[in-house]
């Protein structure tokens, strides 16, 4: 517990998790955008979600889905805002892939 509050993990988990939701809002195929901090769903314009989880470790992305047509991402709770960059780069070239 200290540790979080010496790190000050929760704003720093509050500020990505904004970036992420700005990130993934602003993909063509994503309708909406769920969830508080890191801990975020997007669901899609089409029910690609199972093939995006799929493909998606192959370029090396960790999420899973619920149903058809949301992605759940629940990345760590240090990860930056540039590795949610490319994440998000990457994820925005699957769906574009996929559609």
Do not use: Y
């Not at 669901?43 to 370029?59: K, M």
């Not at 960790?62 to 629940?74: A, K, Y």
């Not at 490319?86 to 769906?95: G, H, P, Q, T, V």
């Amino acid at each position: 517990m200290r540790t979080l509050v010496e790190d000050e993990i929760g704003e720093h988990v509050l500020s990505v998790g904004r970036h992420l939701r700005h990130r993934l809002a602003a993909m063509g195929h994503v309708v909406e955008v769920r969830g508080h901090g890191l801990m975020r769903g997007a669901q899609l314009d089409a029910p690609v979600a199972a093939r995006a989880v799929e493909e998606g470790l192959a370029c090396g992305l960790v999420m899973n889905h619920i149903g058809d047509s949301i992605l759940r991402f629940l990345p760590p709770l240090v990860i930056t805002c540039e590795e949610v960059d490319e994440a998000c780069d990457r994820l925005e070239a699957l769906l574009a892939r996929l559609a």
